[in-house]
């Protein structure tokens, strides 16, 4: 963590910067695939220099050791360099070569600065207005970073993809109750907790029971429907791009079919679905998109 932080470097080249962001981005699990072999070979070092940058200031925001504020603060002055200077760390410098080639502006990386900040004060959130508001800065600039990549730069697409974008979060939110409880953080929202009668306490416990059962059926429900809001968006892209949003799209609900599958339980056991099911995911969903049949 202490190399994200000052991790400046004379005389990286941009191939060079490319090359680490790909390494990042290749060697680090994800539920989702980054960057992966459906996209067009010209857009991957441009995908791998986004996630990049993401990986980069969640992991600041996450396991930084020292002052996560203040290196926050350096991470977004670096970034600003990428428009009006010389950025210093590798993955900026391949950054900032994606930005001018795609023409992207600075206001989606500099939320996801600002998501991170409020992880640093913020571990609980009382409405899912709140929880929204948070998606809204933590995972919504992703899927506008990525569309901006492929020339969509419109309010429409954006919108749709924020419900695609938001129900991610929250679906990774709901399979790690119990691991962001560890570092601190509770997702689920305190007005839903208090409406299903489930309390911190029995949280902190690791108590599953009706109340949480019946809490996290809900919440997977809000989530299913906003995957069925932004599947739209699938209609309005072309070419790999479409694949992609529909397999992240389809990829979500299963991980939410896990969570049902397991009888809502996630704090027992973290649902995922197999490699195996993965690669079926992939074929069939290719194939229906070929014939034309939908999701």
């Known amino acids: 963590m202490k190399g994200l932080a000052s991790g400046s470097e004379d005389g990286v080249t941009v191939e060079q910067a490319y090359a680490r962001c790909a390494l990042l981005a290749q060697t680090h699990y994800e539920n989702f695939t980054v960057g992966s072999w459906l996209l067009p070979r010209d857009k991957r070092p441009h995908m791998y220099a986004i996630y990049a940058y993401c990986r980069g200031v969640d992991d600041l925001g996450d396991e930084y050791e ?151 059926a809900f919440e997977v429900e809000r989530a299913r429907d906003l995957f069925r809001r932004g599947l739209a968006l699938v209609d309005t892209l072309d070419g790999r791009l479409k694949l992609d949003v529909t397999l992240f799209s389809c990829g979500g609900s299963r991980i939410l079919d896990a969570i049902q599958k397991q009888g809502y339980d996630v704090l027992g056991r973290r649902p995922t679905i197999s490699k195996a099911a993965r690669a079926w995911l992939m074929l069939s969903t290719t194939v229906r998109l070929r014939l034309g049949l939908g999701v």
């Open 66 to 216: 020292g002052n996560r504020m203040a290196a926050l603060d350096a991470w977004e002055e670096d970034l600003e360099r990428c428009y009006d200077g010389t950025p210093s760390h590798p993955f900026m410098v391949a950054l900032q070569q994606t930005i001018r080639d795609f023409d992207i502006p600075i206001e989606p990386f500099r939320m996801l600065v600002k998501a991170n900040r409020m992880d640093q004060t913020v571990t609980r959130h009382q409405t899912y207005d709140d929880l929204e508001r948070y998606c809204q800065h933590s995972a919504n600039p992703v899927g506008h970073l990525v569309l901006y990549l492929f020339g969509y730069r419109d309010e429409e697409r954006q919108a749709l993809s924020d419900h695609t974008c938001t129900a991610l979060q929250l679906t990774n939110f709901w399979q790690d109750v119990a691991r962001d409880y560890e570092m601190g953080r509770v997702y689920l929202p305190v007005e839903d907790m208090e409406r299903f009668g489930y309390t911190e306490d029995m949280l902190s416990a690791g108590e599953f029971n009706s109340q949480f059962g019946d809490m996290m």
